[in-house]
């Protein structure tokens, strides 16, 4: 059993003793609760292993349909797994709190609380037997003034409250009549900075909504609404095979939506952005998704264990952290050397199966990692998509598909991703309903 100080409501410096588990079950600190995080802790052995999981979010996000959540598509709980269930059946310790210092040498881990219910910081020392960092990343920014203020991001289920809450409140303004028509027209104007899969799954959800939704439910507001899709590369979808991206560039345009390639914002502002031309472009809502940057604390870290950039933990093809004793890092905290992989959801959760299944049969990695690509999905809006879909190990699509056969894909690729029967029945019960009611507008 781990040794915890009783808590107090000043700042502390608390510390779990894994001395007294030695012998008998080997310490593992997992820090963050995403892709990967959640499905090492799922299928480590827990016979043979004392978990301990730290995060700040106590769920898993299932972030593939993180963009229905913004229109009510679907509703956010639906794809979110809780932590606390899943530590209950298992018997290993969760604990919500932020890691801001890991000490490689002596094995311990500085953590946060995230607890708002006190009103100062309090503190504890974590150490372990083994490390399993999996923190995720934080939106990228570039640095463009104004983003942290002024835009959304879409990366957390709060994200996804917060983007359906704005998109609510500028359609309920751009309903009063008495405001100059220019105004509300700037109300509805909706800009994505971003071409990936996030961005234009988002843009499609919203074109859907203003379709089957909006017109009914907000008659005011009318024909109004316009969607900017801003992206700086010569293309949407870069990371899809260039006929499934022209389809897709092309679909989002059919329906309306004013895609904008080689497009650079220079600064965001309350109520417009400013385009690299020197274009102002007045707006009620700007969602930035333009990739993932690197989390504040690896601003701590030895350089040593870092890559080239400083962006991401180094490691070699076992996972392992680079000049660190029992310590790995997976997912888009970590960047394996001499293999450049996309910081994506299933690299993530491979990474995870694959560190539980070595420590549970050999107690470290014996076999390098190999990442096999399950294909790519994307939904395009209007019941449309594109899918590059692999049937074998060899991670090349064997096949191509777009239109209505992909959003089926699509569909069913997910579903069945979902990480528990709880999920199975909400998402298309939720996805039902939105078909046979509408999507739910209201601002909670």
């Not at 607890?115 to 910081?121: L, R």
């Not at 809502?285 to 940057?293: C, K, R």
């Not at 191509?400 to 569909?411: E, P, Q, T």
């Amino acid at each position: 059993m781990h040794c915890l100080t009783r808590p107090t409501l000043r700042p502390t410096n608390q510390r779990f003793c894994s001395a007294s588990i030695r012998g008998v079950k080997q310490h593992v600190l997992v820090l963050g609760s995403g892709w990967g995080s959640y499905r090492f802790a799922r299928d480590l052995n827990h016979d043979k292993y004392k978990l301990t999981m730290v995060s700040p979010r106590d769920h898993m996000l299932f972030t593939p349909l993180l963009a229905s959540t913004t229109v009510g598509t679907l509703e956010h709980r639906s794809i979110i797994e809780p932590v606390r269930p899943s530590a209950a059946k298992n018997g290993w310790r969760y604990l919500q709190a932020e890691a801001t210092a890991i000490d490689f040498a002596t094995k311990t881990v500085s953590c946060t609380y995230s607890q708002p219910v006190f009103s100062e910081d309090r503190s504890v020392n974590l150490t372990y037997d083994k490390l399993v960092v999996g923190i995720g990343a934080v939106p990228n920014t570039f640095g463009v003034p104004g983003v942290i203020e002024h835009a959304f991001f879409l990366k957390e289920a709060e994200d996804g409250r917060a983007i359906r809450r704005r998109i609510h409140d500028c359609l309920e303004a751009a309903s009063d009549t008495t405001l100059p028509e220019q105004t509300r027209q700037e109300l509805t104007n909706f800009v994505v900075v971003g071409g990936g899969p996030t961005g234009v799954e988002f843009a499609a959800e919203l074109t859907d909504f203003l379709r089957q939704d909006c017109t009914r439910l907000y008659p005011e507001v009318g024909d109004m609404p316009r969607i900017h899709l801003l992206e700086a590369g010569h293309g949407v979808l870069s990371s899809f095979d260039s006929q499934l991206a022209d389809h897709a560039l092309k679909k989002l345009r059919q329906q309306d939506c004013d895609v904008r390639l080689e497009e650079s914002v220079r600064e965001v502002r309350s109520d417009r952005v400013v385009l690299g031309s020197g274009e102002e472009m007045r707006c009620g809502l700007v969602v930035w998704s333009t990739g993932v940057g690197p989390r504040a604390i690896l601003q701590s870290i030895d350089p040593s264990h870092l890559s080239e950039r400083q962006q991401a933990f180094a490691t070699d093809d076992h996972l392992r952290v680079t000049n660190a004793a029992d310590a790995y890092a997976i997912g888009d905290c970590a960047r394996i050397l001499g293999n450049k992989l996309a910081p994506i959801a299933q690299v993530a959760e491979q990474e995870g199966a694959y560190l539980a299944a070595e420590l549970n049969a050999h107690g470290h990695p014996a076999e390098p990692f190999k990442f096999a690509s399950k294909g790519m999905l994307a939904y395009l809006g209007n019941y449309g998509g594109v899918a590059a879909v692999s049937l074998d190990a060899s991670s090349t699509p064997s096949m191509k598909m777009s239109g209505f056969i992909a959003w089926l894909v699509w569909r069913t690729g997910y579903l069945t991703k979902l990480g528990s029967w709880r999920s199975r029945l909400q998402v298309p019960f939720d996805w039902l309903k939105t078909l046979l009611l509408g999507r739910d507008t209201s601002r909670l």
